[in-house]
């Protein structure tokens, strides 16, 4: 847990390093967090309305779209991806 200047420099946003590339909380409702993304490739996660009121649920959730998705941080990444 990063201590609350910390999150003030980060506009409250909490990084957790993951095999160079990081989670990132971007949004949340009260304890909630709603939308999380990769700092790397930019990618965004976000919470379904069946997680609204469970804020463990939702932070599971989010952390495992994230440790599943393949980070496309290379230009070539993506226009392969797109060419395919």
């Known amino acids: 847990m990063l201590t609350k200047a910390a999150l003030d420099v980060l506009g409250g946003r909490e990084l957790v390093p993951v095999g160079g ?5 971007l949004k949340k409702l009260g304890t909630v967090p709603l939308m999380a993304g990769c700092t790397v490739c930019g990618r965004k996660f976000f919470t379904p309305l069946s997680l609204l009121k469970d804020a463990v ?7 495992g779209k994230f440790d599943a ?5 290379r230009r070539d990444d993506w226009e392969r991806l797109f060419r395919s």
Do not use: N, P, T
């Not at 649920?57 to 952390?63: N, T």
């Not at 998705?69 to 941080?73: P, Q, W």
């Open 21 to 25: 590339s990081q989670f990132v909380i």
């Open 57 to 63: 649920g939702a932070e599971v959730h989010l952390r």
């Open 69 to 73: 998705h393949k980070c496309l941080s």
